[in-house]
C-alpha cells in the first residue's frame, strides 16, 4: 500500500498546513463552515458554487467571489475582521 500523498492546505492568514488530501478536504469544508457561520451572523449567505467559487448573498444582492481567502477579506471588508 503506498503512503497518502501529502498537499499544502493554506489557512487563515496565509500559513499552510501538510496534510493529506482527505484531511485538507475536511479542513476546506470546516473553513467554509466556519465561514458561513460568520458571514450569516452579519445577515450574508454563503454558497459553494459548482465551478469551485463562492456566492455572498444579501438583500437580493450578490457577489462571486474566487478563493476563500476572497471570502476572508469580504468578510472583513464587512466588519466581521474580529472573528477571524
Known amino acids: 500500500m503506498m503512503p497518502a500523498q501529502k498537499h499544502?492546505?493554506?489557512?487563515?492568514?496565509?500559513?499552510?498546513?501538510?496534510?493529506?488530501?482527505?484531511?485538507?478536504?475536511?479542513?476546506?469544508?470546516?473553513?467554509?463552515?466556519?465561514?458561513?457561520?460568520?458571514?450569516?451572523?452579519?445577515?450574508?449567505?454563503?454558497?459553494r458554487l459548482r465551478d469551485g467559487t463562492f456566492l455572498v448573498c444579501r438583500w437580493g444582492l450578490s457577489r462571486e467571489l474566487r478563493t476563500l481567502a476572497d471570502v476572508e477579506e469580504f468578510l472583513r471588508t464587512i466588519g466581521g475582521?474580529?472573528?477571524?
Open 8 to 47: 499544502k492546505v493554506p489557512l487563515a492568514g496565509g500559513t499552510l498546513q501538510e496534510t493529506n488530501k482527505n484531511d485538507s478536504r475536511q479542513i476546506v469544508a470546516d473553513r467554509l463552515a466556519d465561514l458561513q457561520f460568520m458571514l450569516a451572523r452579519k445577515g450574508h449567505e454563503l454558497h
Open 81 to 84: 475582521a474580529h472573528e477571524l
